[in-house]
């Protein structure tokens, strides 16, 4: 999702991370700079537009939805929200 959206707070940073197991070197690469702060409201919004399912699973409750119709609200939802 963050990584389809487009908005302009949306920056790249250097992140790095350990060689494989057969690599020597530390690794380093452009990311994006990941926040998830707006994921609750991002999420509740989707599920106002009615696009969850509760059902039982064992004892508890699940929530289920389509991914990509889940992507596509969240492609939509970050391009319009995050420069506000």
Not at 23 to 44: I, P, R, T, Y
Not at 63 to 83: C, N
Request: charge should be negative; glycine fraction near 8%; avoid cysteine.
């Amino acid at each position: 999702m963050l990584y389809l959206a487009n908005y302009a707070a949306k920056k790249l940073v250097t992140r790095g991370a350990p060689p494989g197991p057969r690599a020597g070197n530390w690794v380093e690469f452009e990311d994006l700079d990941l926040n998830s702060d707006d994921f609750e409201a991002l999420g509740a919004d989707f599920e106002l537009e009615g696009h969850i399912q509760v059902s039982n699973v064992g004892y508890g409750k699940a929530k289920l939805m389509y991914q990509r119709q889940l992507v596509d609200f969240a492609v939509s939802w970050l391009e319009s929200h995050r420069d506000h």
